[in-house]
């Protein structure tokens, strides 16, 4: 019988995983952390924040180049960070690059009162895409609307299926608190998972779908975006899944160390690296993903050492 997690009992997640791996990632320290890096799976350091946010749009640029009108390529982005989306935008106009061939795809939405929120909600990951950065793209360069993937609850199959049809080069996310990249969360503690967590080879068949928040995501949101008013945070999104994932090229985590926290970098870095699938760490399935990139602004490495404030 695995440990009950010590922040949500009644779901599965990194507080449940065995002492030896969370003491090992926690005296992980900034060289260490560098040293994990193996083939499959890089790590990278940024020195300013400036320099990080930059390397993070030119993702976007970079995979919209690779789109031609026979081969429409293009990159899956998150709402967290955000910072890099109105970067995106003035390096496409003031190189007046010709991006009509690519493509994007919003890694999830909220769902609220069984549907997908209006892009109008101010807390619609959508509405944050095209206000900070799709709106502000010279309309004679932008891809047409048909090329923004964006989820809702009416097209959740053929959101997945455009994976198949266009090369998504580059799937990019940061990490939350409860070690998930878009809302890939860890399940609930309930039926036959109530002993165990879903093997990785299960928890990998889930493609985009509506999934119910784990408390710890809630909390998060509501620190980062609401703030830290709970109860108007949504319980349930849409999100990319694993299926999609593992049909992009490349998976590209960018780590601020605002998002999470240092143990938090520093344990799915380790489970990665030393190939230790486990879904109540959903990040960690991605130690079987065969291009996995982890970038880190130095100054938000921090350490796992016990200080008073």
């Known amino acids: 019988m695995r440990k009950i997690s ?6 599965w997640d990194y507080t449940t995983l065995d002492g030896s791996i969370l003491n090992d990632a ?21 020195d300013t924040l400036e320099e990080f946010y930059l390397a993070e749009a030119l993702e976007y640029i970079i995979s919209w180049m690779k789109a031609t ?11 967290g960070p955000t910072e890099q989306l109105p970067l995106v935008a003035r390096i496409v106009n003031d190189l007046e690059l010709d991006i009509r061939n690519g493509h ?20 619609s990951f ?12 010279d309309k004679k360069l932008r891809m047409p609307e048909e090329n923004l993937h964006f989820l809702n609850h009416e097209n959740i199959e053929e959101y997945s299926s455009s994976f198949d049809k266009y090369n998504c080069v580059v799937m990019q996310g940061g990490q939350g608190e409860v070690k998930h990249w878009a809302f890939n969360d860890p399940p609930k503690r309930e039926g036959k998972y109530i002993d165990a967590p879903p093997s990785p080879q299960e928890y990998r068949k889930q493609g985009a779908r509506i ?44 780590h601020a160390g605002s998002h999470d926290n240092p143990f938090g970098m520093r344990l799915t870095s380790l489970m990665i690296s030393k190939k230790i699938p486990d879904s109540s760490v959903p ?5 079987d993903h065969p291009d996995v990139h982890f970038h880190f602004y130095r100054g938000g490495i921090g350490t796992c050492e016990a200080e008073m404030h």
């Open 6 to 11: 010590m922040v949500a009992p009644g779901w």
């Open 283 to 287: 990040m960690s399935l991605l130690a």
């Open 26 to 46: 926690a005296k992980l320290t900034v060289e260490s952390l560098a040293g994990l890096s193996r083939p499959g799976f890089k790590i990278s350091y940024y």
């Open 69 to 79: 009108s026979n081969d429409p390529a293009g990159i899956c982005g998150p709402v």
């Open 126 to 137: 959508a509405k944050a895409d095209m206000d900070l950065c799709f709106s502000k793209i």
């Open 211 to 254: 999934v119910e928040l784990h408390p710890m995501t809630i909390i998060q949101n509501a620190r980062t975006s609401g703030g830290g008013v709970v109860s108007n945070i949504p319980a349930k999104a849409l999100t990319v899944g694993p299926v999609e994932t593992w049909k992009s090229g490349k998976v590209s985590i960018w």
């Open 104 to 123: 994007f795809w919003g890694m999830d939405e909220w769902y609220v009162d069984g549907k997908a929120v209006s892009p109008r909600h101010p807390l």
